[in-house]
């Protein structure tokens, strides 16, 4: 029988981790180098020629000829630039080489990249910068095998020109605050404390031909046009069911390649949509984690095409089926083992818990726009709000068990127990008794408390997960600097912790909701409560400039001024681009396919009834007299939709402020491209099969 590797013997062979540093570094580079990472420290310079040629080593002897630094630009993808590692030829032979500085430092052509106005097009110079806390890996594909490292990467004058930059400046922040709150309860041991994050990945997969028939999936990621099939998700049959064998053997290579490359794939099932999975790994340092959940979509893509497959990540890719979204769930551990978002058994007696828990609340309450606007993307303005996702309004889920302490707290000025959790009794002798949870979950809610984490479920499935992060730990740190502040200077500890708790989880009760978010009722109660609801991208987008939000990033060192301004330069001209290529493609697949195919079953339809009458005298072709009336008038419908769609594309291009093209994009732009979809929808239900120019949804979704 053919012996196959276990996962332990293939986890991180592609990966410069420990147990491979210690076989290609001199002992004390290691421990240097691990004192560097651990400690967040500046990488020594005495070191780093050594670290690079023991990284060389061990990648050419996995067969590797080239080396990449591979960074994440604010084009929602990453990005890399091959070089080889042979020096000049010497003698007519080549020495491979890699040094310290090639290590440390790339170049890129910055003005290549979005940059919001921070780079002009003459000024080309920016940096990548190795983020030595992110391991280094290879890959294998058709270009051969490759290293890749991690890096960030900024402009000539300093400026953070990607999402890594930021987000190791934001952990920073939280390191220093955080420590700030554990040394107040008298921990002196602790050294660093760090975000971790899981990042729970939706996606659809469809069969290749079947995507490469529809030019709106290929240019746009998503449908353009499509009526629901007879069946959709109603008998909630998929989520959790059978997985199919052809998906399951994607999903098995899809594990194969995550493991060798470091990343702990866990969790895998169906999702509530047909053709629609998720794949969730064990939690890891924010940075590791973004960096992982980048290499997760990316494989994701290229093993579907091996299986031919084509992986779906956009947030809707089709209307009027659940869409898909990633769940990040964050906690702050340190480097000894403590979870800072553990209540415990008793969190009514766990102080420090609760100071915590309220620190995150005023966080959540005070920069709630600002939280929202880091799960903006285009795809999610059609996923948030749909009873399928949390709604666009930002609140938070605690629970009965937690909610009851506060409840205590704010009415009687101390919490005196805590709701337990009972004995699930299932009523069949063979099956165990256990302790449930006490609290149960709620899938509607945005910012939700689940144990010792928080799961902010509004992140786009194609998104980033660095903006949502940098964001979480930038607002946390606030609020733990203010309430270190005004604990370090009180006379009595005890009874000052005891007030900030009280007076913070009384003023910021209203972002509190434990209730249904998809209802009605809650948009209501939420305006009444002052909450803010920011259904689209464009609405959100400003908070990133405003006061609230400049003040607290520069405070923290996180962005400056010039950076926010930029990014949402960057997110405008996102929106209008994005926009404008789904209109372009509605116009090309409407004028040049749909419409041409509608007039032929008109024609098939007119020659039907002029044979019919001409076979039998007299005779009243009534149904198809009916449906050619009904079918003209939607096509007309189409057709008056597609001009006013053409003109309102050509009114948009004369507009050349980057703010204004985003917002006629949204107001005016995106209402008539639903006025074009509407009627062609409906003939798509009524056209002969053979002649609709492409797959329909039902053929998508349950043909795979």
Known sequence: MEKRDTITEIFGVNVFNDEAMQVYLPKAVFKKLKKTIEDGLELDNDIADSVAHGMKEWAIDRGATHYTHWFQPLTGVTAEKHDSFISAPKNGKVIMEFSAKELTKGESDASSFPSGGLRATFEARGYTAWDCTSPAFIKKDSLGVTLYIPTAFCSYRGEALDKKTP?????????????????LFGNTTTKRVIPSVGAEQEYFIVDREKYLQRKDLIYTGRTLFGAMPPKGQELEDHYFGSIRERIASYMNDINHELWMLGVPAKTQHNEVAPAQHEL?????????????NQVTMETMKKVAGRHGLTCLLNEKPFAGVNGSGKHNNWSLTSDDGINMLNPGDTPHENIQFLLVLACILKAVDKHADLLRESAACVGNDHRLGAHEAPPAIISVFLGDQLQDVIDQLCSTGEATHSIQGATLKTGVATLPDFETDATDRNR???FAFTNNKFEFRMVGSSDSIASPNIVLNTIVAESF??????????????????DIIKRLFTAHRRIIF??????????????????????????????LVSENSIKLFEEFEVFTRTELESRVEIEYEAYSKAINIEAKTMIDIAGKSIIPAVIRYTTRLADSIIKLKSAVSGIEPYAQNAILIEVNEHLKESKVALENLKKYMDDAAEITDVTAHAKY?????V??????????DTLEMIVDKDLWPMPSYGDLLFEV
């Open 167 to 183: 987000l190791l400046r934001s952990m920073q922040a939280i390191n220093t605050q955080a420590l700030r709150i554990l040394r």
């Open 481 to 498: 600097k203010e309430a270190a502040n005004e604990l370090e200077s009180a006379s009595d500890f005890d009874e000052a912790v005891h």
């Open 280 to 292: 969730a790994p064990v939690y890891e340092q924010v940075n590791v984690a973004v960096d992982h």
């Open 514 to 543: 434990n209730g249904n978010g998809y209802s009605e009722e809650w948009v209501k109660e939420a305006k009444r409560r002052g909450l803010s609801n920011l259904p689209s991208m464009i609405d959100a987008i400003p908070a």
């Open 444 to 446: 509607t809610s945005p």
């Open 671 to 680: 209402p008539a491209m639903e006025a074009l979809r509407k009627p062609i």
């Open 665 to 669: 994009m949204h107001e005016v732009v």
